[in-house]
């Protein structure tokens, strides 16, 4: 049970394994890109106190020695010191230009981890091993690295294309049932953006997915990075397509920044949300059916996940408040507002003319 996506970016190529077990061929797995046997590995205490020692004895397996250094668990270390720590780090370990570094953890590891290698010495190759269903549906494959500063989320970084990437669906096991079902709101969002097919799949399958089915895990993984693939590809510096991938994001950077990046909304809690809204707003301005909003709907409550603001803990900024926080999104350009709106489900669109009274009137009822 093992799928291969091949992400076909030239000379910046790259292979996406998707399956159980693949951190103890991890050693199997990467001797290929090695000039010598030895790695580094950036991770998180969390990650290093669950699978760290699997993944050592997956490389020794293949005689490859690795060095790892554990930063704190959490999106506060996607930033200006952890990266220092983490650079200096790579230099004391004496990481040379071909050697490569492995970013094994969530997002915040594998966008920290991507962005210490693209500065590193100009730029060394890293590999991705995502242990969080978001990281491997999304944020590993594609090469968007960075960090936070105080100005705002992902404001600084680099492309820089991971040379392989590893996506163990065991790990997905260790994931507690409130961050599996974050992540699943990435895997609905390509659906929804576009494969209706996908999305019909995910009805019938995704409560036997979240209890844990192997099988359809991997298929839903590899479905999504499957597609993807095939946008980074279209357009691997959203220029255009790439921003696709945002279907849901724009309400979702203002409930994050509403609710402080805290645990009272994940980021792909908020992409749930933000998605339903982006189908209700798409039906209001008459591009697709109000069938499409209500389906969504009905496929979040199923998997039990948040669905409406109303299923966000404590108080929200009214509408107007809100409105705020989107103009402050990096996804404005010349400032008008960059929504993703759909025509049907599987079939959403980049649009730049959205009224603004139609957003805040949406806001106003969605607050209700
Ligand atoms: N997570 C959105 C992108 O990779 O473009």
């Avoid at 693209?118 to 594609?142: K, M, N």
């Avoid at 009805?203 to 991997?218: I, N």
């Avoid at 691997?236 to 921003?243: I, L, N």
């Amino acid at each position: 049970m093992r799928d291969t996506v091949h992400v076909d970016l030239g000379a910046r190529a790259y292979d996406v394994e998707i399956g159980p077990g693949l951190i103890d061929q991890a050693g199997d797995l990467i001797a290929p890109h090695l000039a010598r046997p030895r790695v580094t590995v950036l991770t998180d205490e969390t990650v290093a106190g669950l699978h760290l020692d699997r993944l050592r004895v997956g490389l020794a397996a293949a005689g490859i020695k690795m060095e790892a250094l554990a930063l704190p668990p959490g999106e506060g270390t996607k930033s200006w010191p952890y990266l220092t720590q983490s650079v200096e780090w790579l230099l004391e370990q004496k990481v040379e230009r071909r050697d490569v570094v492995v970013a094994f953890g969530g997002g915040v590891i594998g966008d920290l981890a991507g962005f210490a290698a693209a500065i590193l010495r100009r730029g060394v190759r890293f590999v991705q091993i995502p242990t969080s269903l978001l990281a491997q549906v999304d944020s590993s494959v594609g090469g968007k690295t960075g960090i936070n500063t105080a100005q705002g989320k992902n404001l600084v970084g680099a492309f820089h294309q991971p040379s392989l990437v590893l996506a163990d669906t065991d790990v997905l096991d260790t994931l507690t049932p409130r961050d599996f079902l974050a992540g699943y709101g990435e895997v609905v969002k390509y659906g929804l953006l576009g494969d209706a097919e996908f999305f019909s799949w995910l009805e019938g399958q995704g409560p036997a997915l979240a209890a844990g089915d192997m099988a359809a895990r991997v298929r839903a993984v590899t479905r999504s990075v499957e597609m993807k693939a095939r946008i980074v590809e279209r357009d691997e510096t959203e220029q255009g397509d790439r921003a696709l991938l945002n279907l849901g994001h724009t309400f979702c950077h203002a409930l994050e920044a509403a609710t402080g990046y805290s645990d009272r909304l994940l980021h792909g809690e908020g992409v749930a949300i933000g998605c339903a809204l982006a189908f209700e707003l798409s039906a209001r301005l008459g591009l697709c059916s109000q069938e499409a909003p209500s389906r969504v709907r009905a496929h979040l409550r199923d998997m039990k996940m948040k669905t409406d603001l109303s299923d966000i803990p404590g108080d929200l900024p009214d509408a107007e408040g809100l409105m705020a926080l989107m103009a402050q999104d990096k996804k404005v350009v010349d400032g008008q507002l960059r929504f993703i709106l759909a025509r049907d489900i599987g079939d959403a669109f980049v649009a730049t003319d959205v009224p603004s009274d139609a957003v805040l009137t949406l806001l106003r009822d969605a607050l209700g």
